[in-house]
């Protein structure tokens, strides 16, 4: 079983920058892959970011490329979102997940997720 938390979500102003983290509990938390989602009011939850268990291995919605970046630091069992440049359409409740097949770029392939934290980006 593995739990996790997210926070470090806000209001930001259109250019400006937040960095998301998301804690995780669990005798095996630090083995899995690790994902970023989130879901804008009246859409799907959408694919956002994705990094292997080591760290070693990254990837990265065409949205997020060049503006995220996901890292993670196992030793403290917690994995980040940096967001710059973040725009309107950013706005989300923004949701780590913890992988449980398949690629890990849908939300089918997570077992695990958190509550979500809230970005409103304002124009």
């Known amino acids: 079983q593995v739990q996790l938390v997210e926070s470090g979500g806000g209001l930001v102003q259109a250019g400006g920058s937040l960095r998301l983290s998301c804690a995780a509990s669990?005798?095996?938390?630090?083995?899995?892959?690790m994902g970023w989602f989130r879901q804008a009011p009246g859409k799907e939850r959408e694919f956002v970011a994705h990094?292997?268990?080591?760290?070693?291995?990254?990837s990265y919605a065409d949205s997020a490329k060049g503006r995220f970046t996901i890292s993670r630091d196992n030793a403290k069992n917690t994995v980040y979102l940096q967001m710059n440049s973040l725009k309107p359409e950013d706005t989300a409740v923004y949701y780590c997940?913890?992988?449980?097949?398949?690629?890990?770029?849908?939300?089918?392939?997570?077992?695990?997720w958190g509550q979500g934290t809230q970005v409103t980006v304002s124009s």
């Open positions: 669990g005798r095996t938390s630090r083995n899995y892959n």
């Open positions: 997940a913890a992988q449980s097949g398949g690629t890990g770029r849908t939300l089918y392939d997570y077992g695990y």
């Open positions: 990094i292997s268990w080591g760290g070693v291995s990254t």
